[in-house]
């Protein structure tokens, strides 16, 4: 069987209406090949439907096929339950209602042993030869599901009582499937499986969502299908969605029981918010600030911990919700890894209230970084200072703080630092960058010697939350810089790539 068509997926379609509605109309008809292409569009006037065969199935509607008419027929055929209950199907049947069945035309439905030739690889070697087991098995089908997964309700209920089912464990919907066929035995021939092609495959979940192999194609070019006879027949054939549609009283009665439904939802979510949410006082802002120190690279000693705290300018004032805010914070102790990093992966978090002054008088806030190592003889030494700057707008952001030490004069200093641990350090670590408390217009560090060090990085996560917004910029904190050092500067930042906070992994 070959297939002539552009576009032959699958297409997926949701609906909570009962399956009983759901109806599929299927047009085929014989061509010629002198005019296959004859038609750009995928329709066609009364004279080209002359010989056309038309059926119109009802969801899990069972059409017997002509070779199903002559194995069912007798009795002694019949050896399964499903086919003994044909058999009395059949044998029930009317002449007239005879008469749709035994055409071009048919169907399997879910109840039917359904092998429509697919055979899964049991591994990825395409030239592994096919075992014994592999041959049998593709001719069982899935277990079929329990009647308790295929009620919604019940399945609910399960859900709200904190019970999964297995179809959700695994990830898998129990679906009930379809099969439209078509028969293009050539009499007096004896039908065959070989002569019946799929049509149309359609499978539907117990949450509603149905799954078409090929879509509908009612409106654009018929599908074609060639067949295996030796004389290479021809056919075209469309799918057309026929399902009744819904009266206006049953529409609007619908539009209804939603709108009320919707109203119920989001009264119930302003329930659980409730009236008594904070809001910062008029004109002011609340900055919630999440940060980790994720990790740090390029210091001489091994056996880091990381001392931080942050400096809030005058205008603003750190809320600690355990009491009194502590004076600095500190990570615990890391070793060196095999990436050549200290791992840390610290989180902290501040809420932070600006006083209702204009945006331009307050400065930005600054964490404060100090980065010391510690051997097993209680040695300490200060490995590096830096700063990083609190963002002004709301959002993620990952940021280098490269860090500088002082150092003294002579070797001494660095023979104390070696031997037994002692060297220069800031007695103010508010020195690393501008103190909150200058006044001046100018900090002179002139004859301050330092000597870079290695980096620590950063990620910062900030939300912010005001009443109204800001006549100026509406930003939490001005861009009012802080004049740094007047030599050289020893401190700068970086911005990476935003990252999400969570847990560090080695090697990041």
Same mark, same amino acid.
């Given at each position: 069987?070959?297939?002539?068509?552009?576009?032959?997926?699958?297409?997926?379609?949701?609906?909570?209406?009962?399956?009983?509605?759901?109806?599929?109309?299927?047009?085929?008809?014989?061509?010629?090949?002198?005019?296959?292409?004859?038609?750009?569009?995928?329709?066609?006037?009364?004279?080209?439907?002359?010989?056309?065969? &038309?059926?119109?199935?009802?969801?899990?509607?069972?059409?017997?096929?002509?070779?199903?008419?002559?194995?069912?027929?007798?009795?002694?055929?019949?050896?399964?339950?499903?086919?003994?209950?044909?058999?009395?199907?059949?044998?029930?049947?009317?002449?007239?209602?005879?008469?749709?069945?035994?055409? $071009?035309?048919?169907?399997?439905?879910?109840?039917?042993?359904?092998?429509?030739?697919?055979?899964?690889?049991?591994t990825d070697d395409a030239d592994l030869p096919e075992t014994y087991f592999a041959g049998q098995i593709v001719q069982y089908r899935p277990r079929r599901p329990r009647i308790a997964d295929l009620n919604v309700s019940q399945r609910r209920a399960e859900n709200v009582a904190g019970i999964v089912p297995p179809s959700k464990r695994n990830g898998q919907l129990p679906t009930t499937e379809m099969h439209l066929m078509a028969d293009f035995s050539i009499p007096p021939g004896k039908?065959?499986?070989?002569?019946?092609?799929?049509?149309?495959?359609?499978?539907?979940? &117990?949450?509603?969502?149905?799954?078409?192999?090929?879509?509908?194609?009612?409106?654009?070019?018929?599908?074609?299908?060639?067949?295996?006879?030796?004389?290479?027949?021809?056919?075209?054939?469309?799918?057309?969605?026929?399902?009744?549609?819904?009266?206006?009283?049953?529409?609007?009665?619908? /539009?209804?029981?939603?709108?009320?439904?919707?109203?119920?939802?989001?009264?119930?979510?302003?329930?659980?918010?409730?009236?008594?949410?904070?809001?910062?006082?008029?004109?002011?802002?609340?900055?919630?600030?999440?940060?980790?120190?994720?990790?740090?690279?390029?210091?001489?000693?091994?056996?880091?911990?990381?001392?931080?705290?942050?400096?809030?300018?005058?205008?603003?004032?750190?809320?600690?919700?355990?009491?009194?805010?502590?004076?600095?914070?500190?990570?615990?102790?890391?070793?060196?890894?095999?990436?050549?990093?200290?791992?840390?992966?610290?989180?902290?978090?501040?809420?932070?209230?600006?006083?209702?002054?204009?945006?331009?008088?307050? /400065?930005?806030?600054?964490?404060?970084?100090?980065?010391?190592?510690?051997?097993?003889?209680?040695?300490?030494?200060?490995?590096?200072?830096?700063?990083?700057?609190?963002?002004?707008?709301?959002?993620?952001?990952?940021?280098?703080?490269?860090?500088? $030490?002082?150092?003294?004069?002579?070797?001494?200093?660095?023979?104390?630092?070696?031997?037994?641990?002692?060297c220069p350090e800031l007695d103010d670590i508010s020195y690393v960058s501008v103190p909150s408390d200058f006044q001046g217009k100018e900090l002179s560090r002139y004859g301050f010697r330092t000597t870079p060090s290695g980096k620590i990085r950063l990620r910062l996560n900030t939300v912010t939350q005001m009443r109204a917004k800001s006549s100026t910029d509406g930003r939490a904190f001005a861009s009012k810089a802080r004049h740094g050092p007047s030599e050289t500067q020893y401190?700068?930042?970086?911005?990476?790539?935003?990252?999400?906070?969570?847990?560090?992994?080695?090697?990041?």
């Open positions: 069987m070959s297939f002539f068509e552009y576009s032959t997926g699958t297409s997926y379609y949701r609906s909570k209406d009962p399956l009983e509605n759901f109806k599929i109309k299927v047009r085929i008809k014989k061509v010629a090949l002198g005019t296959l292409w004859s038609s750009e569009a995928g329709f066609h006037d009364a004279s080209d439907r002359q010989g056309e065969e &038309t059926y119109v199935f009802a969801w899990q509607e069972k059409i017997f096929s002509k070779r199903e008419l002559q194995q069912f027929s007798d009795a002694a055929n019949c050896t399964t339950v499903q086919e003994k209950a044909y058999h009395e199907q059949l044998a029930a049947l009317t002449p007239s209602e005879l008469k749709k069945h035994g055409r $071009r035309i048919f169907s399997l439905v879910d109840a039917d042993s359904i092998n429509t030739g697919t055979k899964v690889p049991m039908p065959s499986n070989d002569s019946e092609y799929i049509l149309c495959s359609i499978s539907i979940d &117990t949450d509603g969502l149905i799954r078409m192999e090929p879509d509908f194609n009612a409106m654009k070019r018929p599908y074609l299908i060639q067949t295996g006879q030796t004389s290479g027949e021809m056919y075209e054939y469309f799918i057309e969605h026929a399902s009744d549609p819904m009266a206006r009283i049953d529409m609007e009665r619908e /539009s209804q029981l939603f709108r009320a439904l919707y109203q119920r939802h989001q009264e119930y979510n302003a329930f659980l918010v409730g009236t008594q949410f904070k809001m910062p006082p008029k004109n002011a802002h609340w900055i919630s600030l999440f940060g980790e120190i994720i990790d740090g690279e390029g210091f001489e000693y091994d056996d880091l911990f990381v001392h931080f705290l942050l400096d809030v300018p005058s205008g603003c004032k750190a809320k600690w919700d355990l009491g009194k805010e502590p004076s600095h914070l500190s990570t615990q102790i890391s070793m060196k890894q095999s990436d050549n990093r200290w791992h840390f992966g610290c989180p902290f978090a501040w809420l932070l209230e600006s006083e209702p002054v204009p945006s331009d008088a307050l /400065s930005r806030p600054q964490l404060l970084i100090e980065v010391v190592s510690v051997d097993s003889w209680n040695r300490y030494r200060i490995e590096g200072y830096g700063y990083a700057n609190i963002p002004e707008s709301a959002g993620n952001e990952t940021t280098i703080v490269h860090t500088w $030490r002082p150092v003294g004069d002579g070797i001494i200093s660095q023979l104390r630092r070696f031997f037994i641990g002692g401190v700068h930042i970086t911005t990476c790539i935003p990252l999400c906070v969570g847990s560090i992994q080695p090697g990041e």
